[in-house]
């Protein structure tokens, strides 16, 4: 049995399909079910990542485990995970865990996941995906007033990788002993800065979109509004400082999966319904 947590997010929706579509035992672990759209024969299980000791049921009889970081005592839920026969974590960590900042908060959360997956004793694989392409669903709200998309960050090209990419690679990690005590550094195939994703989105959706670049400050503003300071000044070091260099690319995709990694144009074309759709 595979547990695959945040079964409800960009990664662990993909994650779910694509081993339940490949006949493994998948249990999928949610917060709330009611909500949780799942594959016919995915097992649902009510956790919270946050509680450790919420997780008992969710963790019975499972051998492999895909977990986010960033929740309250990691150490204990992995303890209670190698308990009940858990044997391999896949971690879904970041590109700045290699820095290993703690002055950092989001290098500082990936790393600590890190150490404390390491120190657990089970056998691990760490994914270290690049921003995420559907982090452009964020422009949703702006695409519903009109055509032009305020963007941060415009000058910072990014190799921008499809959730779907990093769900393929964490299944071959679940499924197979030989990704273990590997270090995974995902990418897709090309660096674009945002007025790219911007042009092509225009294409595939065939709207008159415009990319204007917001001002570091304009963006800080922004990032003000929407999460705390300590989140605000870590993208601030990556991404102003450049402290962090997404726009490097990595072949892990190809090398694991098979397959080159998806174009954010194939991203697009698959997720425009989540565009045009009158709830936006
Ligand atoms: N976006 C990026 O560019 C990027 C890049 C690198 C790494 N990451 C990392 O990716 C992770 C997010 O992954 P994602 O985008 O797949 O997720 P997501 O779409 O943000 O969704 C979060 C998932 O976690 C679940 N969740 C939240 N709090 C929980 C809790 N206390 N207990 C159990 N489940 C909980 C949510 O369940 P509900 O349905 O119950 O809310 C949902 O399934 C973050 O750790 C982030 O740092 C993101």
Not at 169 to 178: P, W
Request: aromatic share 6%; proline share 6%.
């Amino acid at each position: 049995m595979i547990l695959v947590t945040g079964a409800t997010g960009n990664i662990g929706t993909e994650l779910v399909a694509v081993l339940s579509n490949s006949g493994n035992s998948v249990r999928a672990l949610v917060r709330d079910p009611a909500r949780a759209q799942l594959p016919a024969g995915v097992e649902a299980v009510t956790g919270d990542l946050n509680r450790p000791e919420s997780l008992t049921e969710a963790l019975d009889a499972v051998t492999g485990m895909f977990l986010l970081p960033g929740y309250a005592d990691t150490p204990d839920l992995l303890a209670r995970a190698k308990k009940a026969g858990v044997q391999h974590i896949v971690l879904l960590s970041g590109g700045s865990a290699a820095q290993a900042d703690m002055n950092n908060a989001v290098s500082a959360y990936m790393t600590q996941a890190e150490r404390d997956v390491r120190e657990s004793g089970l056998a691990w694989t760490f994914l270290r995906p690049r921003s995420f392409m559907s982090n452009a669903l964020r422009w949703l709200p702006q695409l519903a007033q009109g055509d032009v998309i305020r963007a941060q960050f415009p000058d910072v090209p990014v190799a921008a990788i499809d959730p779907a990419d990093i769900a393929a690679v964490a299944a071959v990690a679940l499924t197979g002993g030989e990704l273990a005590g590997r270090i995974l550094e995902l990418t897709g195939a090309r660096a674009l800065v945002p007025a790219e994703q911007v042009a092509v989105l225009a294409q595939v959706l065939d709207r008159p979109l415009v990319c204007a670049g917001l001002t570091n400050e304009q963006t800080r503003a922004e990032l003000e509004a929407t999460m705390p300071q300590k989140y605000v000044d870590a993208f601030w070091s990556f991404f102003v400082d450049g402290t962090l260099d997404e726009s490097q690319i990595h072949p892990t995709v190809r090398a694991v999966t098979g397959r080159e990694p998806r174009t954010f144009e194939q991203w697009a074309r698959t997720h425009a319904d989540a565009f045009t759709s009158p709830a936006q």
